[in-house]
């Protein structure tokens, strides 16, 4: 929940300044050891990202990992696997990881579904985000 404070704060001084720059989703936790670092938690957006030291290498870009799939009696009738991330935009709404297992799904309509995420929150999402597996 502070989390979600934290990047909704962001996000409007960001919007009220008109410009987001460039950001990324933290993968790991880092606690920060100088007055000059910024420490966040994993799954939190960072914005306004820059690369001070060019000679600094970055880390190689990670392959996502391969999807578990939940335990069959877990999944309900019908289920998918995320194809992109989405990220809830209104109340009501699933939040999901690209390779995430959506479970229990509901077909609301052709564009909108309903079901489940890892954490077992149920909303509603976009259709054309997931894979349908069964």
Same mark, same amino acid.
């Given at each position: ?74 999944? &309900? ?45 149920? &909303? ?11």
């Amino acid at each position: 929940e502070a989390q979600k404070q934290r990047e909704v704060e962001l996000q409007q001084q960001n919007q009220a300044s008109g410009s987001r720059g460039q950001c990324a989703r933290a993968v790991y936790d880092y606690d920060a050891t100088a007055d000059d670092e910024l420490g966040f938690r994993e799954g939190e957006i960072v914005y306004n990202v820059e690369q001070l030291d060019p000679g600094c290498p970055a880390a190689p870009p990670m392959a996502p990992p391969l999807p578990q799939a939940p335990a069959q009696n877990d999944m &309900g009738e019908n289920y998918a696997v995320a194809l992109f991330e989405y990220v809830a935009a209104e109340e009501g709404e699933l939040s999901f990881e690209e390779g995430e297992y959506v479970t229990h799904i509901e077909f609301l309509s052709d564009d909108w579904w309903e079901g489940a995420n890892k954490h077992g929150e149920f &909303g509603l999402f976009p259709s054309n985000f997931v894979k349908l597996q069964k």
